[in-house]
């Protein structure tokens, strides 16, 4: 049994807590066989709908499918929506005593049509709360990670820039994280990486690292070793990562790049490129809460970065030969960890 295969077999009621921002994505499939006569716009047959957890709900979901224990914390609103994405969760067996319903937001709502496997369209809609104090996030969010953060063995905070994450969330996600020592991992929406605090890991995708070097002075740059604001060749990307990871002071940076793979970069050991594992790319959406919750759960399963992102890497490698934001199944990431 390889010393991969021997860490998933570890994955099974390992308690992890995920916050952030969450989705209801709704998928409208059919074909296409005619133009409208009423505008230039081609006529789907639907076939098929169905919902989907989306956001840091779609990492939820990736831990949940892989034998996790999880708690989702974050807010919807009080609408039909809302019923239906805690539904869909209940239904994968993530806990939703995390979940609050706040009356001045709109659930987050995604419907994708798609036609012959080609997404045609995009229908998004939200309604954020005016700017202001967050009573709910007050009066029972932060309230409810205080009382329950030490029975975790690893957060995700997952930022998708709706409004869950802020520096006083992350202000108290970090003190208690310390006090009970263990792994923070971020996926992260603000150009200053800074503000997600002293984390075990924050992964980037390429154009997220980009903007974070953009957010960084030029003297500041060159003091770190930042020879550039691209990440478009090994030397740059090994070179304006590595600068990153020290002008950060974090643990660890694991930068996704879609089908060039992922960089690791930790300190005092040289960075790692590893390869993407795809057999085929068809779509990337999802791909990302794929790796941060594989990796967060291979460090609680008692992985190094490492070998967590080497997982985290197959994990991507399944996930991107599907259509949607779908979550890895256990046997097909055995399978591939397996196959090599």
Known sequence: MSKYSSIIRHFRGKRLLVIGDVVLDQYIKGSVSRISPEAPVPIVLQEES?????????????????????????????????????????????RTNGLFVDNNIDTIFKTRIIAQH????????????????????????????????????????????????????????????????MPVVVDPKLEDLREY????????NKKEAEAALKNISE??????????TTLNNKQDIEANGGGLLKFLGIESLLITLGEHGMYLFEHNTPPVSIPTM?????????????VISVFALCLAAGADKFQAAK???????????KMGAVAVEFDELKQAIGAT
Do not use: W
């Open 50 to 94: 169905f919902f989907t957890p989306g956001g840091a709900a779609n990492v939820a979901n990736n831990l949940a499918s892989l034998g996790a224990d999880v708690t989702l914390v974050s807010k919807i609103g009080d609408d039909i929506e809302g019923s239906i994405l805690k539904g869909e969760l209940l239904k994968r067996n993530i």
């Open 118 to 181: 080609q997404q045609i369209v995009r229908l998004d809609r939200e309604k954020q709360s005016a700017q202001g104090l967050d009573l709910i996030k007050e009066g029972k969010i932060l309230p409810f990670i205080r009382r329950h953060m030490k029975g975790f063995q690893a957060v995700i905070i997952s930022d998708y820039g709706k409004g869950i994450v802020d520096s006083r969330l992350l202000a108290q996600v970090h003190e208690l994280a310390l006090c009970h020592k």
């Open 197 to 204: 605090g002293q984390v075990s890991c924050i992964t980037p």
């Open 219 to 228: 003297e500041t740059r060159k003091a770190f070793g930042i020879r550039s």
């Open 278 to 290: 795809a057999r085929q790319v068809f779509d990337v959406s999802g791909a990302g809460d794929t």
């Open 311 to 321: 997982i985290a890497n197959f994990a991507a490698g399944i996930v991107v030969g």
